[in-house]
Every structure is written in structure tokens, then in C-alpha cells.
């Protein structure tokens, strides 16, 4: 090469190749070495063909790398982070921790409520911008401030859920599910007031391809440190919390470890009452209902369990334990057929009394419930109107067409149905004429409170007077003194059930009681359907 004794060139760089190639590197993406060009171009311009294009590769690879990389940890539909990015922002977050004592990281999981069934009306397509519609929201609202907890007095809005200088983190879980990452949280109870307040901020009405939506949503909330100590046990307790708050209808649960099914104690909890069953160690009580002349109408029979070494465990603990474990239909059918077999043995000692079992939306749900149903009836050959079946109000909000076919069949085939814990859920007149039940229960929440509370008896009163207009049979439950059951007698109710009456009885006492009383139960076959 002809160079000078200082070292500058003796001529220009030759041709517009060089030039081409040069720009040809920087559209590449290889900014960061455009010095490194600029040298080879000035000084070696015979070699920069041999140095632009390899580099060119090299850059372009980098460059895809990094996009793969970076659709790796983002939702492709919404373009929010993705779960393994939400894991990586939390172990980022809760590193700070060790740093900084006292700091805390909050973490909210969000679920639609009946969303499956609104992208199947809709369609898929419908429902991918319903989605997106509402990761924009969730974002927004975090942004401006219009998911920020309110004071519940005037409204005003609160500080903001996290620090100064933190910022939250917007994801998507998959499905309908989204999360809300907040570094610096506040408090539990500032975090449990965020979610409500994003939930309500979602409530806001969509339009929707000319339609107007109202969602409702579950959340669930959990703290780091005081609920969980790493990022996954964040996560997956937060989820255990959003299945309460979806099981409850509650809204926002936080996450409380008695209620954790991979603790301890729960863990064997399950195990024993999986064992119990197999074993026919969980018994059944039987409580009396009647009407006011005293005459029989029926039985409820109640699940009880002695668990051996530990004595009795509360209904609702494991009941609630085989609804979320999946043990439910082992559970129903285990009482299903212990029930219709002491009504077969009750017939044949002449005591022709019907008895109603609960039965959870889960199990009505499931394909085939009704069909074995029939089958535990047919096995004991007892007719099916000695058999009635209790649901809550749950069921006509979990999937109320579905629900109300089972219950059609159910009946078809004779056995009578009948609506508990009413007043406690969200029923519609609407939904209450939908199912084929011939029965109203009036939860004791209400029964109980109704003498010194007098907005509990109007509640009373109308549901009285709501039933009797559709044809249902009232049965008020809880009735434990004189004075109530006077009113209850006044407002029209058919029947009554407590301790007034009776406790629930083990299967001796209850025919013993019913062998006392064997002409005050009217014929099974007159009882309404």
C-alpha cells in the first residue's frame, strides 16, 4: 500500500463499493462498531469487504437472538411480559430484599369470572380483543392512577400501591388470567384495597362489535415476605388465593395457609379423609324437618367425620377440602349411596320419610351425575321421589343452562329438588324459574337474626312471598326457639328446621325419633316435586 512517513494516505479511498458496503454494515444494526468500520474504511479500504460482511452476519444473528429471546418473555396477543418474564421482574424484585430490610413485594393474580363461556358466544376472535382490551385497561390504570385504592369514606384516592420510584408490572398468565407485580408494596391490606379497585376498574362497561359488556373478575393477592420467601411460592400462592376468591365469589382473597392444600396439614388432612371413605369411616347425621302440626316431612342428612386421633373435623374444613382436591365426587357418591341405602332400610320398617342430600355445583356439573344417580336408586330399589337433592345458588351462577339439563333429567327421573341457603347468593327470579326445584330453603343467617333484626324478617317475608308465587314449598332452617317459630308460622312458611326440633341425628337416634313419630310423616308419594 503507498503510505506516507506519517502514516496518512497518499490517496483517497477507491470507488463506491467501499462506501455501499459501509452503509450496508450500519443498516445491518452494527451501530455500536461504526468506529471499527470507519478505520478499516479509511485505512485498509481493500479489506473492508472481508471485515463489513462477516460482521454484517455476525450483527444480523445478534439481532435475531435477541428478538427471540425478547418473544420469549412477551404474551404474542397482548404484548404484555409473559409469565417466565413475571417470574424473572419477581426474582429481580424480591432480591432487593436482602439489600433493603422491610421491603416488601406485593403480587395480584386476576381471573375472569365466566369468560370461557363469553368467547364461545362470542367466538375466539371476539374474545382475543376482549383480552386485549383489557391488559390496555389493567396497564392504564396503573398508570394513571384509576386502579389506586380509594378511601372508602369520600372516594379519594389513596397513595400509590408501591414507592416511589418503583415501578408495577403488567402480565399476562395465559387464558384470562393476568398479573400485577408491585415492588415496594405498602401493606397486605393496601394491596388486597389495589385489587379491588382494579376490579372495579375492569367492571367499567366494554363495547364490544356493537355489544355492551360488563366483566366481573377474581383476584387473589400475597405478599412477599410475609405470605411466601421465594418468587414461586409468590406466584402459586397468589393463584391458591384467586381460587378462593373464584370459589367464594368473593372478589379479592388473600392468601391464608389454613386454607393451603399443599401444606402440612392439609396435605394429611386429605389423606385421612381420602382413607376415610374407602375405609366408611365418615358417618351421616340425620336432621328432621317439620311442618307446623307436627307431622315429619322429611330428613337432611349432614356429612360428620371423627378423624381418628384428631376427633371431629368441621364440615365445612373438609368439605371444602374435597371441592377443591377433586375428592368431591368420590365424596357425593360415597353419601349418595349411604343415604339411599338407610331410606331403603327405613321403608322396610314402614318408615316411608324422604331425605335430602347437598349436593355441590361441582358434582352437578359433571358429566353422567344424573344418570348415577338413578343408579344408586335403582341398586336399592327405592323410588326416586323418596330422594330429594339440595343445591345452592352457587349453581345458577357457575353455568346455569348446563346445570339446569342435569336437574331436568334429575327430575324426569323423579327426584325432587330443592334450592339451600337461599338469600345468601346473587339469585334472579329469572335463574330461580330456570330450575326444576320444587323446594326453597331460607339460609339460618336470616332465620336466626329475624326476631331482633328486622330487616333479616323482611328478608324472611319476601323470599316467603317470592317462593309461594313461583310454587315452591318454604323451609326456613336454624329455628332454635319458641319465638321464631311463631313468626316463621305467621308468615306462611311450610316447614321448619333446628334445634328447636331436633339436632342431626346419628342412624340410630334418627329412627328411634322416627319410630316415635311413625304416623305424623305424610305418604312420600304426596310430598310436591
Known sequence: MDRTTGGAPTRPPQGVAGAVLLLGVLLAGAAPLIPLAVLVYRYEPELLPLFAVPLAVLVAAWRIARDRARDQLTDPLTDLPNRQALLIATQEALARHEAEPGYSVGLILLDLD?????????????????LVHIARR?????RTGAGHPRDGEDGTALPPPVRRGERPVVARMGGDEFAVLLPGVGSPDLLERTAKALIAE??????????????????????????????ESLLRRADVAMGHAQHSRSGVERYDEARDLDTPYRIGLLGDLRRAIEMNEVQLHYQPKVAFDGSVVGLEALVRWERPGQGRVAPDEFIALAESSGLMPRL?????????GQIARWRNQGLMVPVAVNVSPR??????????VAGHLTRHQVPAVALQLEITERLLLDDSRRAADTLAELRRYGVRMSLDDFGTGHSSMVRLRSLPVGELKIDRSFVSRMVADDHDAAVVRCSVELAHSLGLTVVA????????WERLQDMGVDAVQGWLVSAALPVDQA???????????????????
Request: one cysteine or more; charged letters at 25%.
Open 202 to 231: 375492569l367492571a367499567a362497561p366494554i363495547r364490544l362489535d356493537g355489544l355492551l359488556l360488563v366483566l366481573e373478575a377474581s383476584a387473589g393477592v400475597c405478599v412477599y415476605p410475609t405470605h411466601a420467601q421465594d418468587a
Open 363 to 372: 358434582d352437578v356439573l359433571n358429566p353422567g351425575f344424573a344418570a348415577r
Open 332 to 340: 357425593t357418591d360415597y353419601v349418595l349411596e349411604s343415604a339411599v
Open 511 to 529: 329412627t328411634a325419633w322416627l319410630l316415635v313419630r311413625r304416623n305424623d310423616a305424610p305418604p312420600v308419594e304426596s310430598l310436591p316435586r
Open 477 to 484: 332452617e336454624g329455628v332454635e326457639d319458641d319465638e321464631t
Open 138 to 142: 389493567l396497564h392504564r390504570a396503573l
Open 114 to 130: 365466566r369468560f370461557r363461556s363469553l368467547n364461545d358466544a362470542l367466538g375466539h376472535t371476539a374474545g382475543d380483543r376482549l
